[in-house]
Nanobody, 122 residues
Framework: QVQLVESGGGLVQPGGSLRLSCAASGSIFSINVMGWHRQAPGQQRELVASISSGGSTTYADSVKGRFTISRDNVKNMVYLQMNSLKPEDTAVYYC????????????????WGQGTQVTVSS
């Protein structure tokens, strides 16, 4: 079993910053790509940023230059530093691990956390 737990969401004013964290737990050997997705009310879930085990990153155009994704492979954690937040960044943010190699030798695909709410409002 793989469990992903997000933290760090909250209410922030426009222009402010938040740092999201996601901890992966279980009998994990390695994790391939980890990412952050978000879903606003009435909208589809979208990819915000992703990072490979080697540190290669991708970002949605809407967050480039404002958000930074990073990870700690030893702690099995991924972070999202969000700066210059806008009201349109308001959403539930979900952590994802696309492929987790377990110490048992099995793979777990497409694991999700429960989400953390980010609200940007004055």
């Amino acid at each position: 079993q793989v469990q992903l737990v997000e933290s760090g969401g909250g209410l922030v004013q426009p222009g402010g910053s938040l740092r999201l964290s996601c901890a992966a737990s279980g009998s994990i050997f390695s994790i391939n790509v980890m990412g952050w997705h978000r879903q606003a009310p009435g909208q589809q879930r979208e990819l915000v940023a992703s990072i490979s085990s080697g540190g290669s990153t991708t970002y949605a155009d809407s967050v480039k230059g404002r958000f930074t994704i990073s990870r700690d492979n030893v702690k099995n954690m991924v972070y999202l530093q969000m700066n210059s937040l806008k009201p349109e960044d308001t959403a539930v943010y979900y952590c994802n691990a696309n492929r987790v190699v377990m110490r048992t030798g099995t793979d777990k695909f497409n694991s999700w956390g429960q989400g953390t709410q980010v609200t940007v409002s004055s």
